[in-house]
């Protein structure tokens, strides 16, 4: 079955780290590629989405993201996070244009300490 | 816009009673969905409709979860009777057609408890 995978369930940085959080996928098709963040008591907003071209996106606050078609691979970076970072960080795919199979993964929950 | 509005916010009952969940998607989207996100099993599709159409309800759990969408403007999300395993977060989102709409649109969820 197709998946998406988060490697980290939680990462604890401190302000002016750096981050990257991996995302992988199964399919080795046409996908189109997305993370959405989640604020702690908001809804789940679009971060930054992949569709074709570059394979380097970027998206709000900073963030960008890296398509390695070869490694199946959509990981996701910021160079020097805030604490209004915190917040979880889901990656998600749509195979073959397929209007709604969007797949999540489990989502990374990213704690920025002061 | 005033985005995706969903309601109520919170919802808390006890298991066999029904549990009703309303959407509103943003004005002028063509596709809705249903996702139900929990600890264990993170975020799932458990439905989507085009104009009003259900396409994919494959993501359903069981026959006493249903979905309708009467209108462009409304969407519903009944269980019943509900269990403690349904108690989640139930969100919905909305898209345009075209390539655009991959992107999704979510509202601010509704967390059941189910008692």
């Known amino acids: 079955a197709q998946s998406v995978s988060q490697h980290n369930h939680h990462v604890i940085l401190s302000e002016a780290a750096s981050l990257e959080l991996g995302c992988n996928y199964s399919?080795?098709?046409?996908?189109?590629l997305f993370w959405y963040v989640q604020y702690p008591g908001q809804h789940l907003q679009l971060l930054l989405k992949y569709f074709s071209g570059d394979p380097l996106v970027k998206g709000i606050k900073g963030f960008e993201a890296e398509f390695i078609k070869s490694k199946f691979s959509f990981n996701l970076r910021k160079p020097s996070v805030q604490w209004s970072d915190t917040a979880e960080y889901f990656c998600a795919v749509s195979y073959g244009g397929s209007q709604g199979n969007l797949i999540f993964g489990k989502g990374t929950k990213l704690s920025v300490k002061p | 816009d005033a985005g995706v509005i969903q309601s109520p916010r919170h919802e808390v009952t006890e298991m066999g009673q029904e549990v009703t969940l309303r959407c509103k998607p943003i004005?002028?989207?063509?596709?809705l969905f249903w996702y139900r996100q929990t600890m264990m099993r993170g975020l799932e599709l458990l439905i989507y409709?085009?104009?009003?159409?259900?396409?994919?309800d494959s993501g359903m759990p069981e026959d006493r979860f249903s979905a309708k969408m009467p209108n462009a403007s409304f969407s519903t999300l009944k269980i019943q009777p509900s269990e403690p395993r349904d108690s989640a977060v139930y969100f919905c989102?909305?898209?345009?057609?075209?390539?655009?709409?991959?992107?999704?649109?979510f509202g601010p969820g509704t967390r059941l408890t189910v008692t």
């Open positions: 409709f085009n104009n009003n159409v259900p396409i994919d």
């Open positions: 989102a909305s898209s345009l057609g075209g390539q655009a709409s991959y992107e999704q649109y």
């Open positions: 004005s002028g989207h063509d596709y």
């Open positions: 399919y080795g098709g046409t996908v189109n």
